[in-house]
T-cell receptor, first 114, second 115 residues
């Protein structure tokens, strides 16, 4: 039973390029969450998605960031025109319908903007 | 608003010594509380969770934590540190005003185990 799969593990982008981060939830999980971990900080909530719906994007920066979770395929976090400040570890988590007992994190994508 | 404070960004203990990592929370409603461990360049692994069933919670790898409402604390302990415990530990709260799905994480405590 594979866990939450994120790819790539490491991503290097030049300033101004686009970054696409992928997350495949655990089998049977229909809820996906994205968190960002800046250097020397804890994880911060970004967005919560269900299939084809964004439920809560209150933690997403207003510009350049978007997320989707299509009916088929992985969830995608897209960052357009990346800047140095976007360098961070981005973690995805998934859960089944009942979330009260916590969810499972992936190993993260470490984005470096040069 | 809910919040989590982890006292001490770095903690060093000798191998075999007691591990104590501190976490205090702020919540206006009964919270769910979690401890996660993160090894270098890896994701977060759940150590244990408090969901109001029992105040003393036992987790994996010999760790446990006690929920103390009067002190708004959820400190993580392990009687005897092992070299493999060296990692970063995060306390998190979920529920209440932040929503049932949104975690609020502390800034982490990096544990170093000395031989």
């Amino acid at each position: 039973n594979a866990g939450v799969m994120q790819n790539p593990r490491h991503l290097v982008r030049r300033r101004g390029q686009e970054a696409r981060l992928r997350c495949s939830p655990m089998k049977g999980h229909s809820h996906v969450y994205w968190y960002r971990q800046l250097p020397e900080e804890g994880l911060k909530f970004m967005v919560y998605l269900q299939k084809e719906n964004i439920i809560d994007e209150s933690g997403m920066p207003k510009e350049r960031f978007s997320a989707e979770f299509p009916k088929e395929g992985p969830s995608i976090l897209r960052i357009q025109q990346v800047v140095r400040g976007d360098s961070a570890a981005y973690f995805c988590a998934s859960s089944p319908e009942r979330v009260e007992y916590g969810y499972t994190f992936g190993s993260g994508t470490r984005l470096t903007v040069v | 608003a809910q919040s989590v404070t982890q006292l001490g960004s770095h903690v060093s203990v000798s191998e075999g010594a007691l591990v104590l990592l501190r976490c205090n929370y702020s919540s206006s409603v009964p919270p769910y509380l979690f401890w996660y461990v993160q090894y270098p360049n890896q994701g977060l692994q759940l150590l244990l969770k408090y969901t109001s069933a029992a105040t003393l919670v036992k987790g994996i790898n010999g760790f446990e934590a006690e929920f103390k409402k009067s002190e708004t604390s959820f400190h993580l302990t392990k009687p005897s540190a092992h070299m493999s415990d060296a990692a970063e530990y995060f306390c998190a709260v979920r529920g209440g005003t932040s929503g049932t799905y949104k975690y609020i994480f502390g800034t982490g405590t990096r544990l170093k185990v000395l031989a």
